[in-house]
Nanobody, 117 residues
Framework: QVHLVESGGGLVQPGGSLRLSCAVRGIMISTAIMAWYRQAPGKQRELVAIVTRLGSTNYPDSVKGRFSISRDNGKNTLYLQMNSLKPEDTAVYYC???????????WGQGTQVTVSS
């Protein structure tokens, strides 16, 4: 069974930084497609970062240059470094994994990120 457990969310002022973590059990993240999604109130869940099995990363324009996805294979943990945060980044952030870059087979429970002064 695959389990994804996010942590690191919280309240941060605009312009601040946060690092989210996702502890993974049941699969080796070094051989998996791993991703971060977010969902703001009243909006659809959206992809914010993805890392492929070969280590290639991709980001939507809304976070490119501010967010960075990485993985620690020894700890089997996925990270999302978020810098220069904006109020519009406020959302619940989810860790996810799937068989392809367009499908998700397993979700974490989510962690709330609130950007506000």
């Amino acid at each position: 069974q695959v389990h994804l457990v996010e942590s690191g969310g919280g309240l941060v002022q605009p312009g601040g930084s946060l690092r989210l973590s996702c502890a993974v059990r049941g699969i080796m993240i070094s051989t998996a497609i791993m991703a971060w999604y977010r969902q703001a109130p009243g909006k659809q869940r959206e992809l914010v970062a993805i890392v492929t099995r070969l280590g290639s990363t991709n980001y939507p324009d809304s976070v490119k240059g501010r967010f960075s996805i990485s993985r620690d294979n020894g700890k089997n943990t996925l990270y999302l470094q978020m810098n220069s945060l904006k109020p519009e980044d406020t959302a619940v952030y989810y860790c996810a994994t799937g068989q392809s870059s367009t499908t998700v087979d397993f979700w974490g429970q989510g962690t709330q990120v609130t950007v506000s002064s």
